[in-house]
């Protein structure tokens, strides 16, 4: 098992450890025990374009009726404290991939900078999030396919997705990175015909609630109301920790992976702000659908069409359904190989997940093994009236219990190891961030609280299976 303390001798000479900052040279994985399997050549625009794409500009499409009861009509406060929030981790995240540049995510970062057990709980809570996030994806996808074309029912949509993504990701990430900036600009193009029709709308007189009110309704304000809803809008905040995961195929510096979360977190939380308040402002009965939900899921369309008419509707549903169904579920599928495949590298998965394809280079058998849960999960909760609400609410309960760890890892590995003085970065931030995302966990819905502890539970005993049977979870020792 390595130590990661940093002795007297090795003070002066920061570009030798392991944990090195970019900009002093930050080693490869070959310093931590690791074989460079994964290809590098992915930059700093294909991070952030990945990013983006993962988050999707136009995510408060699909659960914008959700956030909007939820917070009482205020969904631009919920947006603006969900980007403070992430933009507190997305800091902690920086600091930790530079540390350690590696792909994993919160599972490396949490086993390296605590403890290895501690990071296969993060890694094991983390997996909530990256494995049932593709079938939540395909789900909601095919859904919004099928209220538009109902002859094909939404299980037959979901394979249809699922596949064509699988043949995408096995094809290289290199072609997956120049899929990511075609999906990125349609939907980047949708989104800017909805705002200027929906300015216009505006300036028209169409506008249906105070200009205000999606910010601060002092009828409606209180804390646990607007963090409760934060709890569900910080599902369209998702993804930028997923460019983590693609450390070990970044071909520029560490510093890299850290600039573009914070980019990609700033550029997509200002977006989500902007077509929410618009939205808001455009809900044909704002006060019906705080008090009865949304039920079909249509909110933002019927926004829609009353800023533009059907075929912005029609329009608005389309570029849904293909931005969750194929780019996002694109790179989620991505992401969500690379976590098995870190875990099955330290032998804490089964080892055939570690297997790279010879030719293009990519993890395989992690990546068939996500399609097919995902094909599986996307059909099985389609038969479900609350499939989506269910997986929503597993989803962020466990990227966020992870996201809880990576402060405390940042806070034990910069502070406590390394003796580092940067109180800001290593100690404000990640108790800052610490505190808010407790606040939202606790505030958000009893279901997702208990099913989460559940998983969280089958986390602790399979890993005292682990221990008992003499398998505790290692990690590559580093080269000296």
Do not use: C
């Not at 980019?263 to 455009?282: D, E």
């Not at 992870?402 to 003796?419: G, N, P």
Request: charged share 10%; no cysteine.
């Amino acid at each position: 098992m390595s130590d990661h303390r940093t002795t007297p001798a090795a003070a002066g000479h920061r570009a030798a450890s392991p944990s090195a900052t970019a900009d002093e040279g930050s080693p490869g994985v070959e310093a931590f025990g690791y074989r460079q399997e994964l290809k590098r050549s992915l930059s700093f625009t294909d991070l952030l374009v990945y990013g983006l794409v993962f988050m999707v500009p136009i995510a408060p499409f699909g659960i914008f009726g959700g956030v909007f009861q939820a917070s009482g009509g205020m969904i631009a406060l919920a947006y603006a404290i969900g980007m403070l929030a992430m933009a507190f981790t997305a800091a902690s995240y920086s600091q930790m991939s530079r540390a350690f540049p590696m792909a994993g995510s919160v599972y490396t970062y949490a086993g390296r900078g605590i403890a290895q057990p501690i990071g296969f709980l993060a890694g094991w809570m983390i997996l909530l999030d990256y494995v049932l996030v593709p079938g939540l994806l395909y789900l909601i996808a095919g859904v919004a396919m099928n209220s538009i074309i109902s002859a094909i029912p939404v299980w037959l949509w979901v394979a249809a997705f699922v596949v064509l993504n699988t043949v995408v990701n096995y094809l290289g990430i290199e072609f997956t990175a120049r899929i990511n900036k075609i999906m990125l600009v349609a939907e980047l193009v949708v989104l800017a015909i909805f705002l200027v029709i929906g300015v216009v709308a505006l300036a028209s007189g169409k506008s249906t609630d105070s200009a205000l009110h999606p910010i601060y309704n002092s009828d409606t304000f209180s804390f646990g109301l607007v963090f409760g809803a934060v709890s569900i809008a910080v599902l369209s905040f998702l993804g930028f920790d997923g460019i983590s995961t693609l450390a070990e195929e970044n071909r520029e510096s560490a510093r890299s992976i850290g600039k573009s979360m914070i980019a990609a977190l700033i550029l997509a939380g200002t977006l989500f702000i902007v077509q929410t308040w618009i939205a808001a402002l455009l809900v044909p009965d704002p006060a019906g659908l705080v008090a009865n939900g949304d039920p079909g899921g249509t909110a933002f369309y019927d926004a829609a069409q009353n800023a533009g008419g059907h075929w912005l509707s029609v329009l608005t549903a389309v570029a849904t359904a293909i931005a969750w169904g194929f780019a996002n579920s694109l790179v989620a599928q991505a992401a969500t190989s690379r976590l098995l495949f870190a875990m099955a590298r330290d032998r804490q998965l089964p080892s055939f997940l570690a297997k790279i394809d010879p030719k293009h280079r990519v993890p395989v058998n992690a990546t068939l093994l996500v399609a097919v849960v995902s094909l599986a999960l996307g059909i099985y909760m389609s038969q479900r009236e609350d499939g989506i609400a269910l997986l929503s609410t597993l989803v962020n309960f466990g990227a966020l219990s992870a996201f809880l760890v990576l402060h405390v890892a940042v806070v034990v590995h910069f502070v406590f190891r390394e003796k580092s003085r940067d109180w800001w970065r290593h100690l404000v931030v990640p108790v800052i961030g610490f505190a808010i995302l407790a606040y939202v966990v606790y505030n958000a819905q009893v279901a997702a609280q208990r099913l989460g502890f559940v998983w969280l539970g089958i986390g602790f005993a399979l890993l005292a299976f682990l221990l008992a049977t003499g398998r505790r979870p290692q990690l590559a020792e580093e080269n000296a």
